[in-house]
């Protein structure tokens, strides 16, 4: 049976969940185990959140608003 190719909406997706896979590790401080079966992007929005109500603190923000971008 022959593969079928990622269509480019899957390429993009991917690329971009790779992109916010690695910026949870490195600015959120997360490990693998922690992010291994979770939702990227719903995860990433909800630290924002907490981050802006004081819950905790993250050591950068972000240009535009969370609901415009996911990195």
């Known amino acids: 049976m022959l593969r079928q190719l990622p269509n480019r909406a899957e390429d993009e997706l991917a690329t971009q969940t ?23 992007a719903d995860l990433h929005r909800l630290e924002h959140v907490e981050h802006e109500m004081g819950l905790h603190h993250l050591s950068h923000r972000h240009p535009a608003p969370l609901g ?3 990195r």
């Open 18 to 40: 790779s992109g916010l896979h690695d910026h949870l590790l490195h600015d959120h401080g997360h490990t693998e185990g922690e992010l291994e079966g979770l939702p990227l």
């Open 68 to 70: 415009s971008r996911t």
